[in-house]
C-alpha cells in the first residue's frame, strides 16, 4: 500500500501551486469574479502550458495519458484557489466524452479542447436535479442523420460561452443515455447565462427541436466519465476545507475578545477541532477513493461515501469558519463566505450528501 | 498510489484466518460475541491471552527481543483486522499494550527481567491506577500521597476507575511524591507487584450497565516497596507521557470492530418490522442514519489505513487525539444505534444471559443481550483515555497554517 503522491505528482502540484499563489490570490480571483470576463483567459492558457488540459486523455487521442490521481493532485490546490475556470465540465466531462467517441468530429472537437482553442461545455442537470440518473428526462429524438434534443438543462459551466455542448440525454423516449453534441449557435438554443453563487459563469438551456449529432461509442464509458469527476469535484471541496480550517484558525488566534483571543475559548477551540477532525475525514476518504480507482477498484459504494462525507463534512466546515468568524464572515469581502459557496456548489451537483448518504445505507 | 497489500502479505492473512478460525475455544468465541466494553470478560481473555503467547503472537507490537513477532507495521495492521473480523475477545490493554511497552523502554534491566515474563505468559495482571476521585482527565492534580520511609514509600490516598482491578495481581500507579514547584514535577510512577499490601482495599464499582469493570483502590499507611519505581522520584509525569503515547497511538484498527457492529445492526433491521410498513431495513430514515454511520466508519478505516501506510496523515501531532475522539465516539453512534434497533427488547436487564457459559436463554435475540449493555457501558469511551473535551483542546492547538 501506498497513498503518497508521486514525485511527477508533487512537482505538478509544486508548480499549479506556485502560479495559483502568485496570480490567482483572493483579490485577483474577486477582481475577476466581479469583471465582465466569465474566467481568466490568461490562467486557462497557463493551464494549458502546465499540460492540465491534455492530462487526463490518452496518448493515442493526442494526451499525456495522465491518471485520476494527477487530476487529484492539482485539484485540490484548485479548491484552494477557488479556481472559476470550467475545468472540470470541459475537460474531465465534455472533453472525456469525446475522447470516448468515434468519429472524426469529436477527435477535432477534443484536440481544440486540449489545445485551449475552445471551451466545450457538459450539460447534464436537470429540473428534479440529477442525484438519480433514472432522473434524466431529455430526449434526442432521431432525425434525418443525426437526432433533435428537447428539454431544459440547468447548471451548464460555460453554457454560453462554450464553442460546443455535449448533453446528456435518452436516446428515444425511454431509451439509455447517450451523449450528443451541439455546437454553439444551432438553432433552437434559448441560452440564459448567469453567475453561479460560487463565482463561475454557468447557464439554463432550452433546447426545441435542436439538431444534435450522437458521440457514438461514448456512453459506455459514462459511469467511468462521471466517476472521475466527481472524484476530482471532491478533490475540489477537500483542498477548499483544508483552506477554511487554516483561515479560520489563524483569525481565532487573533481576534481578541474580553482581552483574549476567541481560539482560547474551549466552545471556540472545540469547533476548530471538529473542523481540523472533518477536514482530515474527508481528505483521508479523498486519498482512500483515489488510490482505489487508480486501480479499477471504486464501485459505485465507494464513490457514494467519498460524495457523501464531502457533502456533508465541507458543508460543516464553511458553517463552522462563518460562525468562528462572526459578523465579518457574513460578508462578501472575506473569502470565508466563497469557500463555503463553492463547497455548496459541489454538494449540490451529481447528488447532494443525502442522496449518497441514503445510498450508502441501502446498502 | 496502490492501494494493495503486497501478495506475500495476502498469504499471511490467510495463515492468521486460519488460525482465528481454529484455535479459540467455544467459551472464548462467546466471550468475543459477548464483549460489551473495551474490556472482555477476564477469565475467557485470558485463557486466549495464553494461546497467542503460545503460538508467539501475543505481543506483535513488542520489539522481537522481548517476545514481539517482528512483523511489519502492515502485518500488524492485518492481523488486527482479522482479529477483530474473528468477533474474538481483544487482550486487556493495561499488561501488555502498556505497563510493558513502558517497562521495554524505560524499565531498568531488573525491572525488565521481574515483570516483562509474566506480562507475556499472562500470568501476571495489571490494574492502571492513575485516576483519582476529583482528577479526572487532568491527571496533574492527583494526590493520593506517596512518603519515602527507608527503602519503601507509605502511600496514603485512593485511585478511581481502576479497570479489572478485582482480578488484578499487580497495579502500576502515580503517586504524589511532592507539592513543591509546578504540578506536575511532583509525581512518581510506581509498580506495585502486589494488590495485597497491608493498608491497601479494592473495592469493585457496578457500572451504568450492572457489571463491575472499575475498582476503587483505597490506600491507608500502605508501605510498599521503592525498588517498583520507574525513572525519578518526581519525574513520574515524563514517565506517564511517555505511556500515554501507547495508550492513545494508532495501528489498532478499530473500524473492522465498528464494520462488525453494523453487519449486526443491518441483520437486525432486516428483521424488524418497520411502523410504516416493510422492515426497517427499508425505512429511509433508517437507511440516512445508516448509511451516515457507515460512511464515517468508512473514513475512520480511510485514516487508518493511510496512517499504517506511511502517509503524511499519520505524521499530524493531533493524529493520536484524532484517532482517539473518531473511534471514541464512532463505537457509541454504533452502539446508540443497535441499542435504538432493539427498541423494548433491549430494555431487560439480563445480566446472568450475558455472563459467557450461561444456562440463562436471553430473552430476546444475542443482538437484544448485547445491544443495550454495550450502548450503556461506550458512554464511558469519550471519558477515558484524557476525555474528548481534553482530547479536541489538544487538536485545536494544533490547527493553523
Known sequence: MDFRFTDEQEMLRDGVGKFLEKSYDFDTRQKLVRSDDPWSASAWEQFAEFGLLALPFSEERGGLGGSVTDCVAFAELFGKHLVVEPYASAILLAGAALAEADGDAAAAWLEKAMSGEAVVAFAYEEGRGTAARDLISMVATPSGDGFTLSGE?????????????????????????????????TKGCDTRQYTTVDGRSAANIRFDGTPAEELVGAADAMDAILAKAVIVQCAEAVGAMGALVSITADYAMTRKQFGVPIATFQAVAHRLADMKIAYTKARATLIYTTALAESGQAGPRDLAILKGQTGKLGKAVGEAAIQTHGGVGMTDELSVSHYHKRLLACDAQFGDHSYHLRRVGQG | MNIDFAPELEAFRAEVAEFFATAPTPAIREAGRKTTSVFAP???????????????????????????????????????????????????PQSLGMVGPLLIDIGTQEQKERYLPGILNGDDFWAQGYSEPNSGSDLASLSCRAVPDGDDYIINGSKIWTTYAHHANRMFLLVRTSTEGKKQQGITFLLLDRVDYPGMEIRPIIGLDGCPEQCEVFFEDCRVPQS??????????????????????????????????????????????????????????????????????????????LAISGHEIANDPAFPSMNKTMNSELVQRASTMMAELSGVDGMARQLEALRVGSNVEPLGSEFDLISMPLYLNSRATTIYAGSNEVQRDLIARTVGS
Not at chain 2, 65 to 82: C, H, K, L, M, N
Request: glycine share 12%; charged share 25%; net charge negative.
Open chain 2, 228 to 305: 517498583g519505581r520507574v525513572g525519578a522520584e518526581n519525574d513520574g509525569w515524563s514517565v506517564a507521557k511517555h505511556l500515554l503515547k501507547h495508550e492513545r497511538g494508532g495501528g489498532n484498527a478499530a473500524s473492522p470492530t465498528l464494520m462488525r457492529y453494523c453487519e449486526r445492526a443491518r441483520q437486525a433491521a432486516a428483521e424488524t418490522l418497520s411502523p410504516f410498513g416493510g422492515t426497517l431495513a427499508d425505512d429511509p430514515v433508517f437507511q440516512r442514519d445508516m448509511g451516515e454511520l457507515e460512511a464515517d466508519i468508512a473514513s475512520l478505516a480511510h485514516f487508518e489505513k
Open chain 2, 42 to 92: 477476564f477469565k475467557e481473555c485470558q485463557e486466549w491471552h495464553r494461546i497467542l503467547f503460545e503460538k508467539g503472537w501475543v505481543a506483535p507490537h513488542w520489539p522481537e527481543e522481548y517476545g514481539g513477532t517482528g512483523w511489519s507495521v502492515e502485518q500488524r495492521f492485518i492481523f488486527a483486522e482479522e482479529y477483530r473480523k474473528a468477533d474474538l475477545p481483544p487482550l486487556l
Open chain 1, 153 to 185: 438543462k440547468r447548471l451548464v459551466h460555460a453554457g454560453a460561452e462554450a464553442a460546443a455542448i455535449v448533453v446528456v440525454a435518452r436516446k428515444g423516449e425511454g431509451g439509455p443515455l447517450g451523449f450528443f453534441l451541439v455546437e454553439a449557435g
